[in-house]
T-cell receptor, first 114, second 113 residues
Framework: NAGVTQTPKFQVLKTGQSMTLQCAQD?????MYWYRQDPGMGLRLIYY???????DKGEVPNGYNVSRLNKREFSLRLESAAPSQTSVYFC?????????????FGAGSRLTVL | KQEVTQIPAALSVPEGENLVLNCSFT??????LQWFRQDPGKGLTSLLL?????REQTSGRLNASLDKSSGRSTLYIAASQPGDSATYLC????????????FGTGTRLQVFP
């Protein structure tokens, strides 16, 4: 079982460049999430998708866009990268958004913006 | 606004000790609480999920308790091993926004032989 797969694992960008982080899950989960993890700040929710066709803002959505392409895939796009977006990004999924189910996380994508 | 705090931020102990990791939250209106483990450079692995109506959950050498009224949870690790070395994070899900997990900043545990 692959679980949650994120690509790329590492990326270096220059300020102003754009990129998309890809996430796919093979567990037939309805809900998917994007978090960022910064030292001393824990994980913070960027965007989430409770089901295919819906997306909602989380705690820190500014500078990001998302697409729930289908039930399996949830991508995160940085249109114009800034050094403040240097972070480790995690995608996660759960069976549904009721809160009763555990989250399964991907291995993370480390992004550096110069 | 819900805030989740974990103390201590780091812990280094010899193998075999029994450990207690603490997690506190400011708003007791939670749906559930999860404990995760994160190995360096890796994603998070869910360890235990405690629903708000439960007092504790156990899995192997791990036991997590929840005292909702006082806003606290503890993760007890029995007979610690070097393989337990990792960062442990707790996260709460609020009653009125069950789509969102609010994470603590974690306790970095090192168990030395």
């Amino acid at each position: 079982n692959a679980g949650v797969t994120q690509t790329p694992k590492f990326q270096v960008l220059k300020t102003g460049q754009s990129m998309t982080l890809q996430c796919a899950q093979d567990m037939n989960h309805n809900s998917m999430y994007w978090y960022r993890q910064d030292p001393g700040m824990g994980l913070r929710l960027i965007y989430y998708s409770a089901s295919e066709g819906t997306t909602d803002k989380g705690e820190v959505p500014n500078g990001y866009n998302v697409s729930r392409l289908n039930k399996r895939e949830f991508s995160l796009r940085l249109e114009s990268a800034a050094p403040s977006q240097t972070s480790v990004y995690f995608c996660a999924s759960s069976r549904d958004g009721t809160g009763a189910n555990v989250l399964t996380f991907g291995a993370g994508s480390r992004l550096t913006v110069l | 606004k819900q805030e989740v705090t974990q103390i201590p931020a780091a812990l280094s102990v010899p193998e075999g000790e029994n450990l207690v990791l603490n997690c506190s939250f400011t708003d007791s209106a939670i749906y559930n609480l999860q404990w995760f483990r994160q190995d360096p450079g890796k994603g998070l692995t869910s360890l235990l999920l405690i629903q708000s109506s439960q007092r504790e959950q156990t899995s192997g050498r791990l036991n997590a308790s929840l005292d909702k009224s006082s806003g606290r949870s503890t993760l007890y690790i029995a007979a610690s091993q070097p393989g337990d070395s990792a960062t442990y994070l707790c996260a709460v899900r609020e009653v009125y926004n069950t789509d969102k997990l609010i994470f603590g900043t974690g306790t970095r545990l090192q168990v030395f032989p």
